[in-house]
């Protein structure tokens, strides 16, 4: 223990006394508000009374809360294999599990920087895990060393990333994994409570894709025909089915039906099984690799499966280098961002699948079932991609109800659809029969001839 006199930043000494106690390796400062020697000890004394008395207070807790556990104390190292044993409410695929197990490495690394008695959950505070938040909004990740070992190579690559922004979603992500973490296990570490539940989250900025315009299909599937075949089957499946990119690259011919007209996926990233019809452009496209199928080729697409679960980067790297070969910009600075983010990649013919099922009539409920998206929101969202020349298009294309513009500028009735787009607005139309009520059937029957009548007669 012991008492002091500051000195000021004019070289006078502070009128007040100054303390410095030490409690369980801890050191405690501050001011005692006293002018005298006499008084300062006094009130160093009280002090030291408090310290000691809230440490005793802590132990008890502590002792009391080991003691509802059956004595159990989970150490942060062990927490992450805690954690995966735990079950889930949702399945987690191996490759969410391994960039949750990134997160927790990231946190533990700033633990043993920052706070390195921490040894268990029950010593983390909520002051350590506002810490570690305040520091992954203002300099993003902790551990900036990477560490990557490439297939063809004995030893493994370090390097220094920059990392020194995230962005709101990202930080999010991390915030929602120690919350995820720490709740699983507060039941079996008898957590008073869970550090990373009081703290906000952050409104996110996410920056979704664009859809891919029609100009840029054309230009895309000219050339990808002419010069590159691996690009024309990621774009001919993703364009038909709207799956992600690991679904495009790792679709089996087992889930594909062509007798049937049917694709049943169990997508990787929900688990949710979806059924997709296999239009005509598809139907090509599958029936030319079914000819030239090996006897044991489990993937329609075996060398995007080959390069997909080796290095999933890969396939986007070779994505974006073919569309900025065709002058197609796949990445803007957004602001506040330290690196250029990803506006048109392999994700696009996902927005691009919804946004052109949106323009031609398809219900959000059927693109719903086909993309397997667990909320409606998400897939509005996909479909709001409109610019201003389509919504003029097709608002031109409204009748003039009122009967009152001029005949020289009237609007000149819509041409109709091509008949692959009348077909499949038919087959959207009858599908919705499936969830609908009988009474339904004949206005939806009814519905679908007239799309049908209105194509044009052999």
């Known amino acids: ?60 807790v502590e002792n009391f809360r080991d003691e509802l556990a059956g004595g159990k104390r989970i150490d942060l190292e062990d927490a992450f294999e805690a954690f995966r044993g735990k079950p889930k409410r949702k399945s987690i695929s191996d490759r969410q599990m391994g960039a949750k197990r990134t997160y927790w490495s990231d946190w533990l690394a700033f633990l043993k920087a920052r706070y390195p008695s921490a040894k268990r959950l029950s010593d983390v505070t909520l002051e350590m895990a506002q810490a570690y938040i305040h520091h992954l909004r203002e300099s993003g990740k902790f551990a900036k060393t990477v560490e990557f070992k490439p297939k063809y190579r004995r030893k493994a690559i370090t390097y220094e990333g920059s990392y020194t922004e995230l962005s709101p979603r990202t930080v999010n992500v991390y915030h929602k994994t120690l919350q995820q973490i720490f709740g699983a296990l507060a039941d079996d570490a008898s957590l008073i ?134 002058e197609i910009t796949t990445a803007k600075k957004v602001e506040g961002r330290s690196r ?34 667990m909320d409606e929101r998400m897939t509005q969202m996909y479909m709001d991609h409109a610019s201003d020349q389509v919504k003029r298009d097709k608002l031109s294309q409204l009748p003039d109800f009122l009967g009152q513009l001029p005949q020289a500028t009237a609007v000149t009735p819509a041409a109709p659809p091509p008949a692959n787009e009348a077909i499949a607005r038919a087959i959207a139309i009858l599908e919705q029969m499936q969830g609908a009520d009988a009474s339904r059937w004949p206005e939806l029957r009814e519905e679908a001839l007239v799309v049908l009548r209105a194509l044009p007669r052999a």
């Open 193 to 326: 409570e869970n550090p990373f539940s009081k703290i906000p989250k952050q409104n996110n900025d996410y920056q979704q894709r664009d859809a891919f315009t029609p100009e840029e299909l054309k230009k895309i599937g000219e050339a990808s025909r002419a010069g590159d075949p691996f690009i024309y089957a990621l774009f001919a499946v993703g364009m038909a089915t709207g799956l992600r990119e690991g679904d495009i690259c790792t679709l089996r011919w087992q889930e594909i039906d062509l007798a049937a007209g049917w694709i049943a996926r169990k997508m990787s990233k929900t688990s949710k099984l979806v059924r997709i019809p296999i239009m005509p452009p598809l139907r090509a496209f599958l029936e030319q690799a079914a000819a030239t199928r090996q006897p044991d080729q489990e993937y329609v697409l075996p060398e995007h499966a080959r390069v997909y679960l080796s290095n999933p980067s890969g396939i986007g790297y070779r994505v974006r280098g073919f569309l900025e070969g065709l």
């Open 1 to 60: 223990m012991s008492i002091f006199r500051k000195r000021m930043p004019n070289g006078k000494l502070s009128p007040t006394f100054h303390y410095r106690i030490m409690v369980d390796g801890k050191i405690h400062t501050g001011s005692t508000g006293c002018a005298t020697r006499v008084d300062a000890l006094k009130f160093e004394r009280d002090k030291l009374d408090v310290l000691r008395q809230q440490r005793s207070a802590k132990a008890v």
């Open 340 to 373: 250029r983010v990803s506006v048109k990649d392999v994700h696009s013919l996902r927005h691009t699948f919804c946004y052109l099922a949106a323009i031609h009539g398809v219900p959000a409920n059927i693109v719903q079932s086909i993309v397997g998206h």
